[in-house]
């Protein structure tokens, strides 16, 4: 009798989308903790871009410092797993972000003007692996808003909202933008192009001063 129940019980739990919840919630995480990963591969790149950028344009301290203070306002954010549970926190780490994009963007088209920048190595070689890791974090964040979107679509749906209000199942707030392009496009520098004109693609950026 006992495991006939417990066998009914499981059933019952399969059916109303226990089990589901327990695996998109699983997935959620594994996707969020790979966004964060690609978020401080891009946080590492930033001590030495500034510093190349410095020696060739100490005097864009403007633009330097913006991407600096835009850092550490990232940085002293934590990101724990139960930042994607907390609407509010969630809202609040993700304009950081954008904000650190945006003057990385701003940082990307100063460095336009000065062909002694553009033609350095080391300054050549940050870049690649921004545009990388920028490449990587569209990837991971669209998988995350996928997996997000999932999981609310079970939180809403009948009957497994039923079993969402019963274990306690909400749901949880997803990556979003204001430019839907910028999800999809990383940004990219030509150095090739014509001086004065650039070719980053990525958060709308302020006028350099």
């Known amino acids: ?25 699983e997935q959620i995480k594994a996707d969020w903790a790979e966004v964060l990963n690609q978020y401080q591969r891009r946080a ?23 991407v600096t203070e ?26 950081a972000q954008g904000e650190l994009s945006s003057a990385l963007s701003r940082l990307l088209v100063v460095s336009e ?13 940050l870049q690649a692996q921004l545009e990388g890791t920028e490449n990587r974090i569209t990837v991971a964040r669209n998988r995350y808003i996928k997996a ?13 909202n039923l079993t969402a209000m019963l274990f306690g199942y909400s749901v949880k707030p997803s990556l979003t933008v204001e430019n839907e392009q910028a999800i999809s496009h990383a ?8 001086q004065g004109k650039s070719s980053v693609n990525a958060v709308p950026a302020a006028p350099a001063p």
């Not at 009798?1 to 919630?25: H, V």
């Open 44 to 66: 590492d790149l930033i001590p030495n871009l500034v510093n190349t950028v410095k020696g060739y344009a100490a005097q864009e301290k403007d633009v330097l410092l913006g």
């Open 1 to 25: 009798m006992r495991n006939l129940m417990i066998l009914l019980f499981s059933l019952f739990l399969g059916g109303c989308g226990y089990n589901t919840f327990q695996s998109t919630d």
């Open 187 to 194: 940004p990219a520098v030509d150095f090739n192009a014509p």
């Open 70 to 95: 835009a850092r550490a306002r990232v940085g002293s954010m934590q990101a724990t797993p139960e930042l994607i549970n907390d609407t509010q926190a969630f809202a609040k780490f993700q304009a």
């Open 148 to 160: 997000v979107q999932e999981y609310n679509v079970t939180v809403r749906s009948f009957p497994t």
């Open 113 to 125: 003007n000065y062909p002694q920048l553009k033609s350095d190595q080391n300054f050549r070689d």
